[in-house]
């Protein structure tokens, strides 16, 4: 039997995409489930082991507050670079990408400093192990978003995405709200629940 | 790009150099290659596997010496995590793009990547069981691996973690590509409702390890930083022994259903196929898979009751339901059969082994219900017999019918006649063997114990069924070396069964491109669609004439 393709009436222009939209969503989803199954790790070791957190410990909650609201201060750049270049206002998107991209440098020194001068080591207690693993991954994920704030910024700059195109703007914002997001939700289990 | 081969069946066509697949985007070799990878570690497994059996013969301690824990541990790994998933993976990288019209994956580099760091887990699995047993007991057991104070890491331990971790990254993001590829790239009409049974299963395949892979990774790096810094978190006592169990739960128990899941959507499109006409109910088996595919993740909150059963969590009322699903899909395709006119094709042969040996499986459940059972030697039975063995005829099922697509070439009758009987004769029998022994009280994952009754002529049995495995996974993997070495040569018709669905509307192989033509779709079954419609302009022609 032949094929019989050629007989198919051919299907329109291609619809709109949006793969890497979807993709990221997708992907934020899943990052959502791994910082999920952290926090539920570290909510079930504070429920189990006693004491929680060590009694030689102190929280420096100074810290723990700054690096939360410097996250939080992102979603408004971030959201005016897209507004911005959904518009066509190169210049305003450039500002809003680099400020984010300020906060988030900000954050990770700020992340860097506590994590060099914590009293304890990974292996003393679980919940150095616990703490040691939410605190990398965060990292991990905020600099993974200033890579692609960095990467957004230097394709607005030449040019490469405008009105028409903000696809990478939105996506980019998308999982900077993902990563506030999760600064949040450890935030709230190692400085307010403790 | 490459030019597209000829149309003409039977003609031969200049197969891609093999030494290209390391810079290819191309979906359908990155999906072979996926296979390829797959069913050599089903090689391995199934030759460990026979050794494992083979031990269980007679009393005493004749060929694994003291390595039959190491042994287990890699067959439990390997079947579990570097076989059958990823096959699926590799098959629907391959073929959901064709059946979607969308003639390309959303990610190409991204499918590479995950193939690729898929390739290199696997073997660095495979070099720690070869550089020493790591600590623990790999995935056969909800024991963690004990971290060892004072940091002392060994090479075995650490390469496992890392090679876990990289199956299980490079699963998830496959599994993203195809949903992206699924949800954003179908064809123009193809709604989701439109969308064939395989790609349906392998969307719903693909958003449930979204959901629970990740999990498991984060207990696989709680694990690595134990192991990292010599803590004491999975020591025992240090509260870590739940957090793995349900970190590997929330990933193993939906990942068993898994195996199944891509093969109950490839038998309802290879039903559909050769009966020749569209499902009995489409909706009614996309809600079985669907229902299927929640239930999956349901299995995760089965309990204490099953603290030990890892992955088979057969006790729960709730993942017990998963019958409904599995027998709402077989009515579907036993309906299809019976209205259509059904063309005996090999493929049916594994499908109709499918519904055999899940049958069995599910009398020797009824039967352990009512007669109660304290072997753990019937769990082992039943894993096989319940989700290795079908999702393995199943994936048998979908290379046979996919073969013109996959290979450019039909696969060998003969050949799957033989690869039928002796797979499907193998897990009977080895299930078959496992369940007597259970009912005797036998334990499951120790090398030696003392034989009672007749111990020895149950291990037989299932030894046999173990050999009858192996020589199956060897001729079917003998017929696709052999379809692929000779790819280019004796071409299938670009559609032999007279199919439905839109990987039938291309080339066998296809070219690069998929397609020449994007078509478009007005139902679940395109083609069908159009045979008709040729077949009423003939009458409406014959008429004017």
Redesign the interface.
């Known amino acids: 039997m032949t094929s019989p393709v050629l007989a198919l009436p051919s299907a329109g222009a291609d619809r709109p995409r949006n793969l890497v939209r979807t993709g990221v969503l997708l992907g934020a989803s899943s990052a959502t489930m791994f910082f999920g199954g952290l926090l539920a790790a570290y909510l079930h070791l504070r429920r189990t082991i006693v004491p929680w957190p060590p009694e030689d410990l102190s929280i420096d909650q100074y810290f723990g507050n700054m690096m939360v609201l410097t996250m939080l201060l992102g979603i408004v750049p971030v959201e005016w670079a897209c507004y911005a270049l959904r518009r066509g206002l190169v210049r305003q998107a450039m500002s809003g990408l680099a400020v984010t991209i300020g906060l988030g440098l900000a954050f990770l020194n700020l992340l860097s400093y506590v994590a060099g001068h914590v009293e304890f080591d990974a292996a003393s207690h679980p919940y150095g192990l616990v703490l040691t693993a939410l605190v990398m991954l965060l990292g991990l994920a905020v600099g993974v978003g200033v890579a692609m704030l960095t990467l957004t910024l230097i394709r607005t700059a030449g040019r490469q995405q405008g009105p028409s195109d903000a696809e990478q703007a939105r996506v980019t914002a998308c999982w900077w709200h993902f990563t506030v997001g999760a600064s949040i939700a450890v935030w709230y289990a190692v400085v307010v629940l403790k | 790009m490459t030019e597209a081969p000829p149309?003409e069946?039977g003609a031969t066509i200049a197969p891609p150099r093999p030494s290209t697949i390391f810079a290819t985007s191309d979906h359908k070799r990155l999906g072979l290659a996926f296979l390829g990878g797959a069913l050599a570690f089903l090689l391995v497994g199934g030759v460990v596997g026979m050794v494992l059996r083979a031990e269980l013969v007679n009393e005493g301690v004749q060929f694994a010496g003291g390595n039959y824990r190491r042994l287990f541990g890699l067959h439990a790994t390997v079947s579990t995590l570097l076989v059958i998933a990823p096959a699926w993976i590799g098959l629907a990288t391959h073929v959901v793009p064709l059946q979607t019209?969308a003639g390309r994956v959303?990610?190409p580099r991204l499918t590479a990547f995950a193939l690729w760091t898929f390739l290199l887990g696997g073997a660095l699995t495979l070099v720690a069981y070869l550089v020493g047993p790591p600590a623990g007991f790999g995935l056969a057991s909800a024991t963690p691996i004990a971290g060892t104070?004072g940091?002392s890491l060994d090479e075995a331990t650490t390469l496992m973690i890392a090679g876990v971790a990289m199956v299980a990254a490079a699963t998830?993001l496959a599994s993203?590509?195809l949903?992206?590829t699924i949800?954003?790239?179908r064809?123009?009409?193809m709604t989701l409702r439109r969308v064939p049974m395989f790609s349906w299963a392998s969307l719903l395949t693909g958003l449930v390890t979204?959901?629970?892979?990740?999990?498991?990774?984060?207990?696989l790096?709680?694990l690595y930083?134990?192991q990292r810094?010599?803590?004491?978190?999975f020591a025992g006592g240090?509260?870590?022994q739940?957090?793995w169990q349900?970190?590997l739960w929330?990933f193993g128990r939906p990942e068993i259903y898994l195996l199944l899941l891509p093969g109950l959507g490839a038998a309802c499109d290879i039903v559909a196929t050769h009966a020749g006409r569209p499902l009995l109910s489409q909706d009614a088996a996309r809600a079985a898979l669907t229902w299927f595919a929640f239930l999956s993740l349901g299995a995760w909150a089965a309990g204490q009751g099953v603290v030990d059963a890892l992955v088979l969590p057969t006790y729960s009322p709730l993942t017990a339901l998963v019958a409904v699903p599995v027998g709402l899909v077989v009515l579907v395709c036993l309906g299809t059969l019976a209205k259509g006119r059904p063309q005996l094709h090999v493929s049916l042969l594994f499908v109709g082994g499918f519904v055999l040996l899940a049958g069995f499986g599910a009398l020797h459940a009824a039967i352990a219900g009512v007669v109660g059972v304290d072997g753990e030697a019937w769990a082992t039975g039943h894993l096989h017999t319940v989700a290795f063995g079908p999702a393995l005829l199943l994936l048998a099922a979908a290379l046979y019918h996919w073969a013109p697509k996959l290979f450019g070439r039909a696969l060998s009758e003969a050949m799957g006649r033989l690869c039928f009987l002796a797979l499907l004769g193998g897990f009977l029998l080895m299930g078959l063997g496992s369940y007597l022994a259970g009912y005797d009280g036998a334990p499951a994952g120790l090398s030696d114990f003392p034989f009672t009754g007749n111990g020895t002529t149950y291990g037989g049995l299932a030894a046999l069924g173990a050999a009858l495995i192996v020589v199956a996974v060897v001729a079917l993997g003998a017929d696709v070396v052999r379809a692929a070495a000779q790819a280019g040569f004796n071409r299938a018709?670009?559609?032999?069964y007279?199919g439905l669905t839109l990987e039938?509307?291309?080339?066998s192989p296809p070219p690069p491109h998929s397609?020449?033509?994007?078509?478009?779709v007005r139902s679940a079954t395109?083609?069908l669609d159009?045979?008709r419609a040729?077949a009423a302009d003939q009458v409406t022609g014959a008429g004017r004439d």
């Open positions: 149309q069946p019209g959303a990610f104070p940091g998830l993203l590509n949903v992206v949800l954003t790239l064809a123009p009409g979204l959901l629970a892979t990740p999990v498991f990774l984060a207990g790096t709680l930083l134990d810094f010599g803590g004491t978190l240090g509260g870590g739940a957090i349900h970190t929330l018709a670009d559609d032999p007279g039938w509307a291309t080339s397609f020449d033509v994007v078509p478009e395109p083609l159009l045979r040729a």
